[in-house]
């Protein structure tokens, strides 16, 4: 049982180790284990509860800047948020409802896009700001956010 024990291990240690070929995807990969094993954080609160992980902060192909929960998160099928903006540049940003961007959150198995404010402050690599705003259900059957607001959304993040 010990042998069987020690060769998972490695077996996990290897394939935690192991490369794409693509250099952009294993980049991003680089940066979010980074993340993941930093102080990174993200709390928010909605309504009335509070939720905290991990952050990880990824600028797109498209030269936008993501702010969320990591994607290595244990809390990954519960609770994720991804808040887009238009650069990886200190700065407010105001994201509307039915924005193309796509900035989207996941609270016990439903959907929402958001709408509000993004407030980034980007010194020596170090990221932290606020975002405040408020929560648009998506159901399955209908894509586009309901025009009624689900509730109103406030947090924080850094690193």
Same mark, same amino acid.
């Given at each position: 049982?010990k ?12 394939? *935690?180790?192991?490369?794409?070929g693509d &250099?952009?995807?294993?980049?991003? =990969?680089? $940066? =979010?284990? /980074?993340?993941?094993n930093s102080?990174?954080?993200?709390? %928010? ?5 509070t !939720?905290?992980?991990?952050?990880? %902060?990824? $600028?797109?192909?498209?030269?936008? %800047? *993501?702010?969320?929960?990591? =994607?290595?998160? /244990? ?6 948020? &991804?808040?887009i903006?238009?650069?990886k540049?200190s700065?407010? !940003? ?13 609270i016990?198995k439903?959907? !929402?896009?958001f &709408?509000?404010?993004?407030?980034v ?9 606020t ?5 648009? $259900? ?18 924080? %993040?850094n690193?």
């Amino acid at each position: 049982m010990k042998k069987i024990i020690i060769i998972f291990t490695l077996l996990c240690s290897v394939f *935690s180790m192991a490369q794409t070929g693509d &250099a952009k995807v294993d980049k991003m =990969l680089k $940066e =979010l284990q /980074e993340q993941q094993n930093s102080n990174t954080s993200i709390t %928010f609160t909605f309504n009335k509860k509070t !939720y905290k992980d991990k952050a990880s %902060f990824t $600028e797109t192909d498209k030269k936008t %800047f *993501s702010i969320g929960t990591s =994607l290595l998160s /244990e809390k990954l099928t519960t609770t994720q948020i &991804a808040l887009i903006v238009d650069k990886k540049k200190s700065g407010t !940003y105001t994201i509307t409802s039915g924005n193309k961007n796509g900035s989207v959150v996941l609270i016990n198995k439903k959907y !929402y896009q958001f &709408a509000g404010t993004v407030n980034v402050s980007i010194k020596n690599k170090k990221v932290s700001g606020t975002f405040d705003g408020e929560l648009y $259900e998506i159901t399955k059957n209908n894509p586009k956010p309901s025009k009624k607001s689900s509730g109103k959304i406030t947090g924080t %993040f850094n690193s």
